[in-house]
């Protein structure tokens, strides 16, 4: 990619101005694009920084700002077509979260924040899903899943 080539298409700058009605700042509109971003090319890499800011009339700097305060956002690599997330909180790690995430682990053949070889999940973990009260949970995409143990994993896999 030549440095003059933006990562922004025509189409996703207009979802991302699609938004300024919406919002009473343009910098307001940065957690949405980011979003955008993430959703179209599977991470947010410092080149879309750079072009989201710029369409903002941000400094880069205010838009990684906001960008590194999540951990949802990545920037070295797309992500995996589905991201699971395991839940670390007290409840679910009361209720071996943690064994259940070195078991997917181990199904998956990779390590908290990577991605499986041929591309389908990238596996991570949350702080915190909000699900306390059905620990463990994961969330996979944008489904939660609750109350979990390691048969109900063999089923999740097998939709995947």
Known sequence: MSPTESLLTDDLRAAVRAHFPRYPTKQAVTLPALHLVNERLG???????????ELLDLAPAQVQDTLSFYGFFKQDKPQGKT????????????CESEELLKYLCEKLGIEPGETTADGRITLEFAE??????HAPAILVGETLHKNMT??????LLKTL
Do not use: H
Not at 43 to 53: G, T
Not at 128 to 133: F, I, N, P, T, Y
């Open 43 to 53: 991470y947010v890499p410092p080149q879309a920084v750079e072009e989201i800011a």
């Open 83 to 94: 991201r699971m997330w395991i839940c670390r909180s007290i409840a679910c790690a009361a």
């Open 128 to 133: 915190c899903l909000g699900a306390c009260d």
């Open 150 to 155: 390691k048969a109900k994993i063999e089923e």
